[in-house]
């Protein structure tokens, strides 16, 4: 389906943002009735970040404005704009047209537009820019991803209902100056629709309208059947891992990082324990993150570089699963 | 922004579908309270297609398996749907993942995104993935745009109200087999965020969710201010257009065809009152279409390939604009 075509992209600058509201499972299992412990044994979270009526573009703008100071950039000097969310904060336009004002950018100086692959979008739009950027045909991308999951909870399905956190994060991309190692090297995403209907919500399009009266409150929140989920990203992730790498011509081990989305800490665990992925190049923060759809991939990112734990030229691999259901994989060197 | 780098790309497939119920202007004037005429005169449309309950990516398989006929191809040999509309059928997951089940397509034989510039999505998805078709990275894509505008009417806004019009279509694209001339020469989008406000759709996204009792109806319908669009357009689209033809080393005369964003009837004429195109050049659908939002654009294309206006080997220009506001044109040869 894909075959390596190396790019020389390099990601100069990666940032985030989270709400101040810190929420614990102790609130949440007050809240939804559950016993303490229970979120913990089954989701690997210990707390998440709740927004308090920031909007989504809002969120995206202070990530941006953290990646671009990491790389030593400006506003004017992006010229794309990609939002890569599992949603809008409307239907129309894209959270990218929107974030353009936000940031205080020039009207008329970059294009923007948005990618939508739910929790994988912002790999999907990773590697969609990168040859956009690799050929000239922009000079500098952001992708950001902004997610504001507590708006769309159902506290009547506790293991969504405690999974998802809020925040964004943002990545600013450039091609790689001469001389420099940083690159794409594979990108891969196969999607499995049989599993649409594990991972949904029904509502905010033409099928369940928001003005149709037969439009329920449960339909505008997010409704997973986890064990469904796992059980099919165990079952195909394995091959898609092993095609992957064997175009790539690596091993598991040769990547000094595995930047999976943090889909749950089950999720998570697969990697060591269905892949052959060893826990230490894990980038995990779930524990207190919890799973932020679109941006927890970039906010893991983000995080680890600015921890020093990622540095300037470590093989990388991103990884993940997606409502669709949508496996996915990019192997960069940072 | 962008410099030209022409991609061996072809268009090898086009189609589009239809619902079957016919709207004509009289239909709506009665139904609105407005004086015979009035949609006419105003919009240069006469009549437009309303969906009797079919969902989105029904609209989008039946255009997809014309335009997959069309090629000569079946949905076998798809390896990446990109979905390409204003908006989705449901929130999660994205519309081409629904539609990889219902083309009976395999599961896990293709990858499946969604790319959103509103009324511009076509023209963006397909200058996105030309580069990975280009590349090898996937054989086969097909883009589709789908629209279902008629549920999200408001009919205390006439001017938008009469608008509108659903429907779909879709192109399928392949890497051009040596010695053949179709490629893509130039894309370029720009975006003028300051006019964000004059198309939107304010709900069905984080900022007014759909389960939030202080969101009207009216958020969760096309708002637009005609005019302020049109005044927008007609004052970025002629310098947007000179940049890109001096990019392309082309003149305004030099493309068979021009196939424009149906946007309105006033907004195709400054194609020839402010632009240089000639009446003659531009493929025009509205006054039987409508505005079919994302799907206006490969409509009129599929329609003039299908009425064999447009030729393999023509020269193409592929113009609009969108909400955002976004500016675009794509140059290629058929």
Redesign the interface.
């Known amino acids: ?3 390596a ?1 190396s790019l020389p992209v390099k990601i100069v600058g990666l940032g985030s943002y989270l709400p101040e509201r810190i929420v614990d499972n102790a609130e949440l299992e007050t809240a939804l009735g559950i016993a303490p412990g229970w979120i913990y044994d089954r989701t690997g979270i210990r707390e998440r970040r709740y927004n308090s009526g920031e ?2 573009v809002f969120q995206a703008a202070q990530a941006v404005r953290m990646a671009l100071a990491h790389a030593g950039l400006t506003v004017a000097d992006v ?1 794309c ?1 990609v ?1 890569a969310s ?9 959270n ?6 936000e940031l205080g ?1 020039a ?12 929790c994988l ?1 912002f790999p ?1 739009a990773l590697a ?1 820019v990168a ?2 950027i690799a ?5 500098c991308a952001v992708i950001f991803s902004t997610e ?1 999951a507590s ?2 909870l159902n506290p009547a399905q506790k293991e969504s209902a405690v999974l998802f956190g809020d925040g964004a994060a943002a990545a600013v991309v450039v091609r790689t100056p001469n001389g420099e190692a940083s690159a794409i090297h594979l ?8 599993g ?1 209907k594990h ?14 009266p037969d ?1 329920t ?1 449960a339909m ?3 409704d997973m059947n986890g064990v469904a989920v796992f059980l099919q990203a165990a079952r ?1 992730m394995p091959p898609f891992m092993n095609a992957f790498l064997a175009d790539l011509g690596a091993k598991p081990g040769d990547f000094a990082h595995v930047v999976p989305h943090q889909a749950s800490g089950h999720g998570l665990d697969l990697l060591h324990n269905r892949l052959d992925f060893c826990p230490a190049q894990v980038v995990r923060n779930i524990e207190r993150r919890g799973n932020v759809i679109a941006a927890s991939l970039p906010m893991a990112w983000s995080e680890a570089v600015h921890a020093r734990r990622i540095r300037r030229g470590d093989s990388v691999l991103l990884v993940g699963t ?5 496996l996915g994989a990019v192997a960069l060197t940072y």
């Open positions: 389906m894909q075959k075509v909007t989504a010229d704009l939002g599992s949603g809008g904060q409307q239907l129309i336009p894209c990218a047209a929107l974030l353009q004002s950018a009207d008329g100086g970059s294009f923007c537009f948005d990618i939508n692959a739910t979008s999907v969609t040859p956009l050929s000239g045909a922009y000079r504001i708006r769309s990108s891969r995403f196969t999607t499995h629709g049989s649409a991972t949904h919500f029904l509502g905010a399009g033409s099928l369940h309208h928001p003005n149709d439009t409150p505008n929140q997010f195909t997606g409502a669709g259901l949508t």
